[in-house]
């Protein structure tokens, strides 16, 4: 459509810079509370430029955490939370592109029944089957450890029936081709199926680390040592209630800090991530 | 080479038996053509020689061996399939090297194979691309190309040629009889396409619904068509097939009844086949058969008739050469009495005369 109205154009760039700036206006006055003293950012109005405690802020999260809330270090936490945001997609895509192979490829006794087991647990989230997980993790020990911290969060119906759907619009005479040339069904998994899944993995990979780095409630019940909290949850023991004043600007370092991990994986794979959602290569 | 025997061959799914045992002998170094109208099972039989399909009961048997219970990777076959089937990551090298790599064939005569192939279906200037950066035709070409680097013994084609556009087709059908001429080696090719059968077929065997209907040169079938399907199903357009009552000399069918060229094989019910270019337009003849003609179609080198012969539907193929007759006239037509055929009416059974 070939339009040229300047005053539409106009109005149209308004209204989304308006909108760009309602997003960042908030991740901005994080970004400058992180950067001045306490008492300048508890002082009205906050000021909005940035300060020039930002080295001595974001070092003394980093190493020593906040002085009245918790006082683990945020390298810590972001290591930890790393592990979640990594084992988390490579556990879940590594199950589930296993099991849509075995759904899709191989005829089994009760195989449907097996995939409709796998999707029906889609229909739980992890909210309602966290008291027996907790459970169960907890009497195996699991508390406190990457183990429990990932283990439960790894097995994935998304995963597998997003893989289930990739897999049955590849044609079946690429098996077929594939059975003729003599490979076995390993064989056209690892030659044929695994490169032609990049993309998606790639995709999926992207989601899930965002969805590993921003959990909240697991590693809320299973962690109770300062040494194993995430980055979200460090941000939250930060925050003392009470008479006694929240450290902010440690508390908004924390969060930009928690911040940029997601923010960097979905730029770098960003090229990837939009090719697994839209583009299958056939 | 090998050949390849069919012996009463059966396939069923579930209660639904969709081949009806099949017994055909293909020599060794024929290039047979399957041919048939969709759901005729033509691409469910080929299927089963390249060991993709269970053979339910029957046997197949390449060369001596019989591979009903063969994996289809040591049967010695190699397929095109009709969307080529190409692996979409590879290069057109490595789509073409794939097999002979996991045969655990030597990088170097890999290498020499695959250039060899190559050459001859000219694609040796591509070889470092993807599928998606070539032609339909390229594409069709590196399918050729994956199963020639085989050596098989036998060559399954499943309608190869169907996704190219006219042209490309007509080509293809070339470089194929050319590259069959060359490695002399057994071919099954399989299509709905009559021109294709025709022209490629050193014999070839006409199916419909799970039966076979006849198996013969080209020129048997469309000469000595065996069955009503197939006088049918081959030629365009096709025979003209009037069912009617030999009485004495004549053949009475729709509202008259017409002077038979020669003696029928025999009195009563029988179905009349004739070409549509099997008969002349002759001055007046009292015994010829006046055929009141309807539409003319102009093909360039022939003129289509189409018209009503004593009410019933019939179509006549004349050279573009004669003047041409025009709606509402009434021809005096002479039937060559060497091309009646005669079926039976209600088997559909040629009926030898």
Redesign the interface.
Known sequence: MVENRPLLNVFSHAVLIVGVALIALPLYVAFVASTHTLETVMRTPMPLWPGDQLLENYSQVLTAGSTRGSKAAVAQMLVNSLMMALVIPLGKITISIVSAFAIVYFRFPLRMFFFWMIFVTLMLPVEVRIIPTFKVIADLGLLNTYTGLTVPLIASATATFLFRQFFMTIPDELAEAARVDGAGPMRFFRDIVLPLSKTSMAALFVIQFIYGWNQYLWPLLVTSEESMYTTVIGIKRMMVGGDAATEWQLVMATAILAMLPPALVVVLMQKWFVKGLVETEK | MASVSFRQVRKTYGDLEVIHGVTVEIADGEFIVIVGPSGCGKSTLLRMV???EEITSGEIAIGERVVNRI????RD???V?????????MTVYENMA??LK??KVPRDEIEQRVQKAARILELSDYLKRKP?QLSGGQRQRVAMG?AIVRMPKVYLFDEPLSNLDAKLRAQTRLEIQKLHADLGTTSLFVTHDQVEAMTLAQRMIVMNAGVVEQVGTPEQVYLQPATTFVASFIGSPPMNLVKGVVKGDRFEFGVGSVVLPVAAPRQGPLTLGMRPEHADIVGDDPSGWRLQVEVVEMLGAERLVYGRLCGESFTLRIDAMRPAPRPGDILTLKERPEHLHWFDSDTGMRVPS
């Open positions: 390249a060991g993709l994996e289809p990777a040591q076959i190699a397929m399939f009709q969307n080529y089937a190409l692996y979409p990551h794939y097999g996991i045969a998606r994956r």
